[in-house]
């Protein structure tokens, strides 16, 4: 195999990027607001003018910025507008799920430019990787991506970290993956950086950047999958947790009540027994019917564990939206919103402040969209 971009271009595009603070500081005010006149980025930074110009000036020639039609202001001379370059930087991402692979590419705003789903078992690690290399490369040249432009790899797993490190323990469907060095496999494979992530947290980060995030600044997303997990996004950082394992929803839940949360390995159980043939989360999401004779009753039964969940992100991080997003299919999270409770009223029957219950706004896979974008973030704007 040959490198997603060679030696030699990897070595050019340290050039471009990534940058420093202050200039990711102006990259990131730009690309929240989308058309800045330059003037305007002191307050939004921090900066000084004279800082702004200078860095700006350095980002247009890198062209992760662009220039766009001048904005006139008093007297004085027409400050430029600026917008962030879509073509400034590029993000593949790959997200294996419990029956199926997708990827994606990403440019720098965020505009997904291409998506597929990769024809391989998603339990078999080197399979997936080659696979998803292929599809890079073969995806790349058609939307004759820049190789110097390639920022680097995104992977998006299910599970939870079992240390400080990069090492995921999957749920059975993908237990080939629990312990396995993704970043080092799929660095040495892709010839580029690669990250590896939570699933829902991805999920959240593509919210940021595409979706809620443009809205909400501090935010919650439950991601439904085989599992159930969360993300969570506060004044428009991605929150990790220490152990980087913060909002893994199903540790709050004693053994015996997991089979009452409301992960879609059950309701495709709920489903069997109605006798309606679901065989995997790719038919649900495909195939789902609202009336179909055990999605009530299986509604009816998560939501309390659903409201206890969101009672306790309402509570203790007061979020100014909570998403519903992950693999379930529209209509499903719709019956979950609906179903959801927040909150009693205080001693004068008062409502107190709530966040406002949302579906995820994001059209492909969201997971693999996050996974781009967080190799955006990772490689150019050096975020964590």
């Known amino acids: 195999m040959t490198a997603l971009f060679r030696t030699q271009q990897a070595s050019e595009n340290a050039g471009y990027f990534p940058i420093g603070p202050s200039s990711s500081a102006i990259l990131e005010a730009v690309r929240v607001n989308e058309l800045v006149a330059r003037a305007d980025l002191p307050p939004l930074t921090g900066l000084s003018q004279q800082t702004v110009h200078r860095l700006t000036e350095d980002l247009l020639e890198k062209q992760l910025l662009q220039r766009c ?26 997200s294996v799920d ?22 391989v078992s998603p339990n078999d690690p080197e399979a997936v990787i080659a696979a998803a290399y292929e599809t890079a490369t073969s995806q ?16 998006s797993t299910q599970g939870f970290r079992i240390t400080r490190e990069n090492l995921f323990t999957t749920p059975l469907p993908l237990n080939k993956w629990t312990g396995f060095a993704i970043e080092k496999r799929v660095s040495e494979v892709f010839g580029c950086p690669a990250h590896a992530e939570n699933n829902a947290t991805l999920g959240a980060i593509a919210e940021l950047w595409s979706g809620a995030g443009k809205t909400y600044p ?18 428009g950082k991605p929150f990790y947790g220490f152990n980087k394992n913060a909002a893994e929803l199903t540790t709050s839940f004693p053994a015996e009540e997991r089979a009452d949360r409301p992960a879609l390995q059950y309701l495709i159980t709920e489903l069997r027994e109605n006798g309606v043939d679901v065989p995997s989360i790719d038919v649900l999401k495909s195939n789902f019917d609202p009336q179909w004779p055990g999605v009530r009753d299986w509604v009816q039964r998560v939501t309390p564990a659903l409201n206890r969940i969101v009672g306790n992100i309402y509570a203790i991080l007061d979020p100014a939206a909570i998403v519903y997003g992950g693999e379930a299919p529209p209509a499903l999270r719709e019956m979950l919103i609906n179903a959801t409770s927040i909150g009693e009223p205080d ?21 693999a969209v996050g996974a781009g974008i967080q190799a955006i973030r990772r490689q150019v704007l050096n975020q964590a």
Not at 98 to 119: C, F, H, M, P, Y
Not at 218 to 235: D, K, P
Not at 353 to 361: A, D, K, N, T
């Open 69 to 94: 039609e001048p904005v006139i202001q008093g007297r004085g001379k027409p400050s430029p507008r600026l917008a962030v370059n879509p073509s400034g930087a590029f993000g593949f991402g790959v």
């Open 140 to 155: 790349r040249k058609a939307l004759n991506i820049d190789p110097v432009r390639v920022a680097g790899c995104g992977v």
């Open 347 to 367: 001693r004068f029957g008062r409502n107190i402040p709530g966040p406002v219950l949302i579906q995820s706004q994001i059209p492909a896979e969201p997971s």
């Open 218 to 235: 501090t935010f919650a997303y439950l991601s439904f999958n085989h599992g159930f997990g969360g993300g969570l996004v506060i004044e």
């Open 98 to 119: 419990t029956n199926s692979v997708e990827a994606v590419w990403i440019d720098l705003v965020g505009q997904i430019l291409s998506k597929s789903r990769i024809d």
